[in-house]
T-cell receptor
Framework: GENVEQHPSTLSVQEGDSAVIKCTYSDSASNYFPWYKQELGKRPQLIIDIRSNVGEKKDQRIAVTLNKTAKHFSLHITETQPEDSAVYFCAAGGGGSNYKLTFGKGTLLTVNP | EAQVTQNPRYLITVTGKKLTVTCSQNMNHEYMSWYRQDPGLGLRQIYYSMNVEVTDKGDVPEGYKVSRKEKRNFPLILESPSPNQTSLYFC????????????FGPGTRLTVT
């Protein structure tokens, strides 16, 4: 089955800096790569996703890049703000007859004012 | 309001006492899924359902049962709960399976003593 590794497990940045979180996956058939943000005590919410036919996607301060050959994808947050502080999860799945979604273990991002 | 609901939100029970956690969605989604979240382990998929009467195992199905008799409901059943099933449980739904966005319920915190 799919295996998703996520790094780093914790990340601390100064407000205004950029943050990068990286994930690798094992199943080359996976074709869907979402990123979820979970604030303390809340449910995970999708912030951006990318499909395997696209190499990069951007939404305001957030961008995701995908390298299918190397089987890794990354989340980039620019101009970080204190409200970006949360746990971020990457996930991989879909493709062929795979209807599962496998998540990474999460990254605790802290943005210091 | 489009939403995924779960009940109960908090539950403390004893080993071996059967319990059911309900999940309901009002978005006419075909795909529903259950996850458990444990510190340091991220979100792990327990079971998913592609449609009524169609269910399949996720990555950690042992000790759990599900049913999908109606499109809107996807209950999670623990027939003989054990302390290692103490966790935060999330139900999620999406229009179809990956690559469609999954919407998460508010979570159910279960403690088995």
């Amino acid at each position: 089955g799919e295996n998703v590794e996520q790094h780093p497990s914790t990340l601390s940045v100064q407000e205004g800096d950029s943050a990068v979180i990286k994930c690798t996956y094992s199943d080359s058939a996976s074709n869907y790569f979402p990123w979820y943000k979970q604030e303390l005590g809340k449910r995970p919410q999708l912030i951006i996703d990318i499909r395997s036919n696209v190499g990069e996607k951007k939404d305001q301060r957030i961008a995701v890049t995908l390298n299918k050959t190397a089987k890794h994808f990354s989340l980039h947050i620019t101009e970080t703000q204190p409200e970006d502080s949360a746990v971020y999860f990457c996930a991989a799945g879909g493709g062929g007859s795979n209807y599962k979604l496998t998540f990474g273990k999460g990254t605790l991002l802290t943005v210091n004012p | 309001e489009a939403q995924v609901t779960q009940n109960p939100r908090y539950l403390i029970t004893v080993t071996g006492k059967k319990l059911t956690v309900t999940c309901s969605q009002n978005m006419n989604h075909e795909y529903m899924s259950w996850y458990r979240q444990d510190p340091g382990l991220g979100l792990r998929q327990i079971y998913y359902s592609m449609n009524v009467e169609v269910t399949d195992k996720g990555d950690v199905p042992e000790g759990y049962k599900v049913s999908r008799k109606e499109k809107r409901n996807f209950p999670l059943i623990l027939e003989s709960p054990s302390p290692n099933q103490t966790s935060l449980y999330f139900c999620a739904s999406s229009l179809q399976g990956p690559p469609y966005e999954q919407y998460f319920g508010p979570g159910t915190r279960l403690t088995v003593t």
